[in-house]
Structure formats: structure tokens, C-alpha cells
């Protein structure tokens, strides 16, 4: 395969991006219906630095994702698909992975409570339906995001991107984004393979 696009500032930019990635940040979503909502968390995702995005369809379609509208995020963010709630918290928890469902209710923690610099896993629920309850009673946590307005939620793209952004803030404090959370080989072999991308 021809490798015209290594150049040293599209490698730098490519080493960069991958020693950013946070392996220990995660996002579920859970039968997020508009595809363009799924687009627009990928690329919040892709900013902040979150490697995979767990897609868990258990009642909506799998959703078809463009590269146009998530601006290639979708490219550079890896996906797994589930069909089972539990299958699903469960290998993140294999993985070392608190869940925290978001969910507005009594019982629910303030997001700015939470600490995010743990290995922790964010599970957003439908546009209209919220997070099952299922996914709520299996989370580690619930948690709401302050609002002051009339209206008591977030489109769910604009929940993420808050979200994603106060774990991106804490990680930063604490140093996260200095040092890979990747050994040495695999920095290298990501590099080769998103060169081809």
C-alpha cells in the first residue's frame, strides 16, 4: 500500500493523538436513536481522547454512521457492538471499568461529585427513553448534570460532550494526558495502522 501521507507533521499529529488516548475513559450508548447524535459523541469522543465507544442496542437498530457527518470520527474511534446489557457491563468490568449510567433522579450523584480520573465508563441513554432501567440498576453510580434553567435535560450528544469535557479537565489536573496510558509497541503499531487510515 502506497504511504503518501507521511509526512512528519501528519505523523506527528497521528503520535499525539494516540498517546492521548485515555484507556481507562469509556462511553457506552444505550439504543441512541439518531444517527446524527451518535456521529456528534464520536467526535466529542475523539477530542477528548476516548479510544472505543461501546454501541449496546438492545430495542433500536444498530445506527448507520457516516464518516461526513461525524467529520471521520468514526474512523478514528473504535466501536463494539452489544446486544445484551449485562454481556455488555460486564466486560468492561472484566476490564477494570466503574459504570456510571447518566440518569436524572433521586438517587443520582452530581457529575462535578464524581471522580473521573478513575477507570470508569459513561452509558447514555436514548433520546427519549433516557438509559434503561436495566443499565441504570446494573451501574456502578447514576448521575445527573446540573442545570439551573426550566428545562431539566441535555440533548444527549451535548450531555456527552459536558460529561466527556469535566473528565478531560480532572484528567488534566492530575497529569493524565502527559504520559501514555499505552506501552511503547502498541503506540507503534497504532501509528502504522492510522497511517493507512
Known amino acids: ?10 505523523l506527528n499529529k ?27 459523541i464520536f467526535r466529542s469522543c475523539d477530542a477528548v ?20 457527518t461525524s467529520s471521520s470520527a ?7 457492538k452489544f446486544s445484551d446489557t449485562k454481556s455488555c457491563f460486564d466486560k468492561y468490568r472484566e476490564k477494570g471499568f466503574k459504570i456510571y449510567s447518566s ?7 452530581s457529575l462535578y461529585e464524581l471522580d473521573l480520573t478513575e477507570k470508569v465508563a459513561f452509558v447514555f441513554g436514548n433520546e427519549n427513553r433516557g438509559v434503561s432501567k436495566e443499565a441504570a440498576e446494573l451501574a456502578d453510580k447514576v448521575f445527573y448534570i446540573p442545570m439551573r434553567g426550566m428545562i431539566q435535560s441535555l440533548n444527549v450528544s451535548v450531555a456527552a460532550a459536558v460529561t466527556l469535557y469535566e473528565a478531560q479537565r480532572q484528567r488534566m489536573i492530575k497529569g493524565m494526558y502527559e504520559k501514555s496510558e499505552l506501552p511503547e509497541q502498541d503506540i507503534e503499531r497504532l501509528i502504522n495502522e492510522w497511517c493507512d487510515k
Open 14 to 40: 497521528i503520535a499525539s493523538a494516540i498517546k492521548s488516548r485515555q484507556q481507562s475513559l469509556g462511553v457506552i450508548l444505550e439504543n441512541i436513536h439518531d444517527p446524527h447524535n451518535v456521529s456528534a
Open 49 to 68: 481522547g476516548v479510544p472505543k465507544v461501546g454501541l449496546l442496542y438492545t430495542v433500536e437498530e444498530f445506527p448507520k454512521l457516516s464518516k461526513i
Open 74 to 80: 468514526v474512523k478514528w474511534v473504535d466501536k463494539e
Open 103 to 109: 440518569l436524572l433522579n433521586k438517587a443520582a450523584f
Open 1 to 10: 500500500m502506497m504511504r503518501s501521507f507521511r509526512t512528519d507533521k501528519r
